[in-house]
């Protein structure tokens, strides 16, 4: 996207090496086949979140905005098998938005979520504030 070619990030939220992806397959291929239909803007970025589930609870795909929500992140030290030092991230995943529109809210629910994206991350409000509160400032 950052280069001016339409893309699309997915994430299945099934942690074991044997997840099945049969769900996410078919999310991937609906969600590219559409963009490539719809012929999307060059800078447009799709963040997909498909749940961990089976076929028959699956509720299809929500649109959706991203929901304020962060990882706590910790660190496990660990050594593997040879003896080596390596960290796994564990910790805990804090959703702070209730909202019902959200991706982690879809999610939830049994949809796939689809998150429109862009890498502007301006304030546009507080910019236009600024530039009226702050128009007295002088620099040397």
Known sequence: ??????????????????????????????VVSRMLLDKMDPHTLLNVNIPKIVAKDFKGLKICRQAHAKWEEEFDHRQDPRGEDYYWMVGRFLNMDK?????????????????????????????????DTWKDIQIL
Not at 12 to 30: C, E, G, M
Not at 102 to 120: E, I, M
């Open 1 to 30: 996207a950052i280069e001016g070619i339409p893309s699309a990030g997915f994430s299945l939220l099934d942690y074991n090496f044997d997840a099945d992806f049969t769900i996410a397959r078919q999310v991937v291929r609906q």
């Open 99 to 131: 909202g019902d529109d959200t991706d982690v809210a879809a999610l939830r629910a049994g949809f796939a979520s689809v998150v429109p994206v862009r890498f502007d991350l301006t304030d546009y409000t507080l910019r236009d504030k600024l530039l």
